[in-house]
């Protein structure tokens, strides 16, 4: 009797260590499924917004912000809401010579998948006021959140230069 008690309890051991080894497996492959497909689905959402921004769209440039994002740009003061945003690319986009390319270099989607952060390098030209070409490149960062109907949206978003200030210019 004592020997089929042992027979039995190494039987569930061993069964209930499967079950354990196929749940592990199966939740560990999930996360890193639905980060790829989190991350890809930011990445076609950032390409339309490109071209939206190169092509002057200033509705479509701006239609990754969520309502109640936040945009840091350099040397001015944060701007808060969509409505804001969208008047602050309008401005940007029809300054003279305006040109602008930007690039991903990192998508790094929070384990609980519902947060997300992007890098980027971006190269960018407008016109100053004499009409001389002022040329810039820098980085960015924007942090996008999951809505709840399963698109991304910007919540914040800053970018800054890599250029050197001007002589003169003091930090």
Do not use: C
């Not at 039995?8 to 079950?19: G, I, M, N, Q, R």
């Not at 999930?30 to 190169?54: C, E, V």
Request: hydrophobic share 45%.
């Amino acid at each position: 009797m004592r020997r089929t008690g042992v027979i039995l309890a190494s039987t569930f051991l061993v069964a209930f260590l499967s079950l354990v080894a196929l749940l592990s497996n199966a939740i560990g492959q999930q996360p890193s499924d639905a980060r790829a497909t989190a991350a890809a689905a930011i990445r076609a959402a950032d390409a339309a917004g490109l071209r939206a921004a190169q092509a002057k769209d200033v509705a479509n440039a701006t239609a990754n912000y969520a309502d109640d994002a936040s945009w840091l740009p350099p040397h001015a003061p944060i701007i808060k809401g969509k409505d804001a945003i969208r008047s602050a690319w309008a401005q940007l986009l029809s300054s003279p010579g305006f040109k602008i390319d930007w690039q991903i270099t990192q998508v790094d989607v929070s384990r609980a998948g519902d947060m997300a952060y992007t890098l980027y390098k971006y190269e960018m030209t407008m016109g100053t006021p004499n009409g001389a070409p002022i040329q810039d490149s820098g980085k960015d960062m924007a942090v996008w959140k999951k809505q709840s109907d399963g698109t991304w949206k910007i919540v914040a978003d800053t970018f800054n230069s890599d250029l050197p200030l001007p002589s003169g210019t003091s930090k």
